[in-house]
């Protein structure tokens, strides 16, 4: 007798099965353990048993297209991967009625795909049509292959469809319209020749597909392949096309002689060859906060192909950047040595010179001006390691205390609304406690483009599972399409009706009585200072009906739980930090912490912004968040570093281009950050840097900000170093080296131990494993981690234990403040800053684009999608473009009080009214030239979303910068799934192995 191994071992987020209780089954006459209702195919895998299913992937759940798994049960034929398994269950997945559905169903997939596995791309060892040919040991097909009338379709830039291999499983209609759900794929059951449908019959080029590559992940075979990996994955797969076909005709031609047994061992034997050629190395995406991990596949410097499989945040899913977003790695203008300042140009420099200069200058300006008159930023780019290194430079090294990181442009307010009323400065849970949120509030954030990957879970638990969706935004984006409802206030006004729906609840018994009394403090003095926030108030300033208001309260007081995910819209306003604060207690006072499917979640946008903060690279704390003015913790550093460290906090980003302007700060090292576009007030941030007596930039690419150096350091991508980034759920995740760094650069934290140790500091790391324990021994809330726990894809998500204990979710005994109880923080209104006059009647929003991060100096590298997003744009809202005379391809100057940029116009009815949007994704016309200086004035982050234009249309009239390829412009086909009942009532079909029955019954 044979029991099951530990059951619920790993999923993948999709299909959790906690709680259920354990059944007792029997396979081919062997006892197994399960759990009730546990999907059969997933038991008798878990038990050993080979069992063919082309179409099963776990994470798709059963989608019973291709009947290869067909097992029987009681007499019956049954699918198994659509059959629950139940106590006492007896399964044969041997008998000759099994056998023969399934070799019968088998038939038919082959009967859609030519086996020509020794010169198809896709025979790698983990191709399912191959490893099922082998499994059921097929040796001729009684249907012969049949081939489609339809041509490959190539028009996407990044995978291509081929007909006539696609064995019509749907996986990846599933994966599009329920993981991704972007719902362009279909497939015609009802037509004599079914195929995969891209908007129900465009080209793929013109549809609405995003290039997520969910489809080409789960493809069991090569109709779908990336095309990065087509004539490079196989030794004789690159030759010529006519070759090819020959080869294709000689495997078919001897077919009938050998059988497929000798067929697939030749091709085996290839497909071990390529092993040694392949390497499949775990990443982490260097894009956004999401956190996507994958395995990435090279041949040599050639990226095959970014496999994504059971990353923890991720999945089987990526975004198009994450898939395919990677050609910047091998561009040939990457940075491949260090040049000094010589005049007004740059010559190059050996590592030894440039790194002399920059301590001999470093030590100068120290000696002269002191150490405050130096400063230090590092990137959200950089790994843990990095931050760290560059923090402990500015502290134990330099003695300063002015180090920052970009997270003060972005999350800086969120995490001060959470350290005001939580405790913890960050996302209360993961992604997967969101997608088991009754009702999602998005307020500020385009999520869809912005964290693609994270939108799919709420896009998914909103088509599938009831999930309601409140979106609060300026612009009518892809997930306020799909809210249930789209709330659209005045620019800067989300304080006012977040705290008047509060007061409302509060007033009228819709409040969280037990929670508040147990688990929160202040209720009473915050209920004074909600006062002024009076419906009526609310409606009058936010331009909300009252009616709309209450409802959104009363769906928040009926939800079981609510998640609130916010980002730049409410982050980048001069109240940014008292919007993200009026979240929190909105929470608090609806009882929505504590448990899954609530909470307070500040998307991260860079990928490492939550670990460059946690690392240490701010102002005012040390790792951990560890305050630079307590006394015990800078004694435990001290102690740790063996240097004495500064008190005082330091400069963050904003302050110190006030202080290179006051002639205070000489010298900036700047770690990876395109700063000169990227701050707000563009034009003021680079007049600054040219003030500079001693400036050092870090970066791989030369970019804008490299012009005011005196210094350049070519410094290297993710993809050529090791170390851990920290994503929005808190979760570290480890990135090894896929590639050497290419010759002449150097990973960031080798060139920040390099200059440190020419400045006396003896540093030894000879990895980052090394640094993450040193940091890990200084900072309590990491003190479990280490490398050996986040090995493959193991992650862990802060605060992390002695014994590797994490918190996926926050607060589920106590808030992080002495007494364990959480603070209702009163906020009052004051309302933005910068508003339209008559001179700069427009307001301009701004944000990013799917396609692109950030300035786009990675991104605009990559050649497909500089295909489908060429430009940056701005977009106009119909009424606006009918009173101006303007047309989608007018070239427009925006003219604010601090700058201008020349761009063409985008009309479009995302916007409305008087309202533009730019997005931020451009070197040549950078939307920060037209924003202002004004910051919230808690943390200083740039109030980029505060900026007003005016118009001038110029003469000329180009064409729309969005080209016709763009996904914008398709026309998706939303579908419950695969939709197989089509199928099934297709007069040709029958369920494999039936028509044996009856004859048997007969
Ligand atoms: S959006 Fe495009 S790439 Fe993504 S799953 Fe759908 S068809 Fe495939
Ligand atoms: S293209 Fe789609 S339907 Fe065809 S084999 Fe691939 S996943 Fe299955
Ligand atoms: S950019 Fe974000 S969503 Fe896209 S693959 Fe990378 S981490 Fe995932
Ligand atoms: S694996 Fe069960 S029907 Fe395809």
Redesign the pocket.
């Known amino acids: 007798m044979q029991t099951a191994p530990a059951l619920n071992e790993k999923r993948n987020g999709i299909a959790p099965m906690e709680g259920s209780s354990v059944v007792s089954v029997i396979i081919d006459g062997l006892e197994h353990e399960g759990s009730e209702g546990e999907r059969l195919v997933d038991l008798i895998n878990r038990a050993g048993v080979k069992l063919a299913q082309v179409c099963y992937h776990p994470q798709l759940g059963p989608i019973e297209t291709c009947d290869t798994c067909m097992v029987e049960i009681n007499g019956q034929l049954v699918r198994a991967c659509a059959t629950s398994a139940s106590n006492g269950m007896s399964i044969s997945t041997v008998s000759p009625k099994a056998h023969a559905a399934r070799q019968e169903a088998f038939d038919r997939i082959l009967s859609n795909h030519m086996l020509y596995c020794t010169v198809c791309d896709n025979n790698n060892g983990n191709c399912t049509v191959h490893n099922t040919t082998k499994l059921l040991a097929i040796e001729h097909q009684k249907i012969p292959f049949q081939t489609k009338p339809y041509e490959v379709d190539n028009t996407n830039p990044f995978y291509r469809y081929d007909p006539d291999q696609c064995v019509l499983c749907g996986r990846c209609v599933e994966a599009c319209q329920n993981v991704e759900v972007n719902e362009t794929l279909s497939i015609n059951w009802d037509d004599p020749h079914p195929r995969v449908l891209w908007d129900g019959g465009s080209t793929i080029g013109e549809s609405s597909c995003v290039s997520c590559g969910h489809c080409v992940t789960v493809c069991p075979c090569n109709a779908l392949m990336e095309k990065s990996m087509l004539g490079h994955a196989g030794f004789l797969t690159g030759i010529s096309k006519r070759a090819l076909n020959y080869m294709i005709d000689v495997v078919k031609g001897v077919e009938p002689e050998t059988g497929y047994g000798s067929i697939l061992r030749v091709s085996e034997i290839e497909s071990a060859m390529r092993e040694s050629r392949i390497r499949r190395t775990k990443t982490?995406?260097?894009?956004?906060?999401?956190?996507?991990s994958?395995n990435v596949w090279t041949k040599d410097r050639h990226i095959l192909k970014v496999e994504?499989s059971e990353g923890p945040?991720?999945g089987i899913?990526?975004?198009?950047?994450?898939?395919f977003?990677w050609d910047y790695v091998n561009d040939p203008d990457r940075l491949t040595t260090p040049l000094i300042r010589e005049g007004d140009g740059f010559r190059e420099a050996s590592w030894d010179e440039a790194l002399d200069l920059v301590a001999r200058r470093f030590t100068e300006i120290k000696a002269q001006h002191g150490p405050d008159s130096l400063a230090f930023i590092s990137s959200s780019k950089c790994t843990n390691e990095e931050s760290y290194l560059m923090q402990k430079l500015a502290r134990a090294v330099i003695g300063t205390n002015n180090i920052d990181n970009c997270s003060r442009y972005c999350q800086a307010p969120a995490t001060m609304g959470l350290f005001r009323t939580v405790g913890y400065g960050g996302d209360s849970g993961s992604i997967r406690d969101i997608a088991n949120a009754n009702l999602v509030l998005i307020i500020g954030s385009n999520t869809a483009e912005s964290?693609?990957?994270?939108a799919t879970r709420v896009q998914r638990a909103h088509k599938l599972h009831g999930q309601k969706l409140i979106v609060s935004d300026l612009r009518e984006n892809e997930m306020a399409r799909r809210a249930d409802l789209f709330l659209h206030p005045k620019p800067g006004t989300d304080l006012v009706w977040l705290s008047a729906i509060t007061r409302y609840l509060l007033e009228n018994g819709l409040a969280h009585e037990d929670f508040l009394r147990q688990w929160v403090n202040g209720l009473e003095e915050y209920k004074k200072t909600l006062g002024p926030f009076t419906m009526e108030f609310a409606s009058q300033t936010c331009g909300l009906p009252v009616e709309t208001l209450e409802k959104v309260a009363h769906m928040i007081a009926e939800a079981s739980g609510v998640c609130i995910l916010w980002a730049m819209g409410v982050t980048q306003q001069s109240q940014g930090s008292d919007t993200s604060t009026a979240i929190s207690n909105l929470l608090l006072v609806t009882g929505n912490y504590m448990r899954t499917g609530t909470g307070a979640y500040p998307l991260r946008g860079h990928?490492n912004v939550q670990g460059a903060g946690d690392s240490g690279a701010a102002p005012g704390t040390l790792p951990g968040y560890q305050s630079v003015d307590d006394p015990e913790v800078r004694s435990r550093f001290e102690k740790g570093w063996k240097v004495k460290l500064p008190s005082t906090k330091g400069l963050d980003n904003h302050q110190m281009v006030d202080a290179i302007h006051q002639g205070k700060l000489k010298s900036l090292y700047l770690e990876g950050e395109e700063m000169a576009i990227v701050d707000s007030n563009a034009n003021h941030v680079a007049a600054a840097f040219s003030k500079l007596d001693f400036f050092v930039v870090q970066d791989i690419f030369f970019s804008t900000t490299c012009r005011f150096a005196n210094v350049v350091l070519p410094a290297t991508p993710s993809l050529e170093k090791e170390g851990t980034f920290t994503?929005t759920e808190r979760r570290i995740q480890r990135l090894n080296q896929v590639f050497e760094p290419i010759p002449g650069s150097r990973p960031d934290w080798k060139i920040t131990q390099d200059i440190a140790n020419r400045l006396g500091a003896n540093w030894n790391y000879a990895h980052p494993s090394e640094i993450m324990s040193e940091m890990a021994s200084l900072t309590p809330l990491l003190t479990g981690v280490n490398y050996e726990r986040l090995e493959g894809y193991k992650s862990l998500q802060w605060p992390v234990a002695a014994d590797g204990s994490d918190q996926p979710l926050l607060y589920t005994k106590k808030f992080n403040f002495p007494d364990g109880k959480a603070r209702l923080f009163p906020v009052s209104w004051s309302g933005p800053v910068e508003k339209p006059n008559t001179e700069f009647d427009l307001h301009l929003n701004n944000g990013r684009l799917l396609e692109h991060?950030h300035e786009g100096n990675l991104t605009y590298r990559v050649r497909g999608i500089q295909e489908k997003t060429p430009d940056t744009f701005v977009e106009i809202s119909p009424e606006l473009a009918r009173e101006r005379g303007v047309q989608s391809g007018t070239w427009l100057l925006l003219i604010s009080r601090y700058g201008q940029v020349r761009v063409r116009a985008l009309v479009t009815d995302r916007v409305s009214g008087r309202e533009l949007y730019m997005p931020m994704n451009s070197t040549e016309s950078p939307v920060n030239r037209l924003t202002s200086s004004i910051t919230d004035p808690v943390t200083h982050t740039p109030a980029f979303k505060e900026a007003s234009v005016h118009m001038q249309v110029l003469p000329e009239v180009g064409e729309s910068p969005l080209p016709r390829v763009n996904p914008r412009f398709g026309h998706p086909t939303p579908q419950h799934g695969v939709e197989v009942e089509r199928k099934w009532k297709r007069a040709d079909y029958h369920l494999p192995g039936s028509q044996l029955v009856q004859i048997q019954q007969k």
């Not at 899913?317 to 898939?323: A, R």
């Open positions: 982490v995406c260097t894009y956004c906060g999401v956190g996507c994958f994504p945040a991720n899913s990526t975004c198009i950047k994450g898939k977003g964290h693609p990957v994270l990928n994503s991060f």
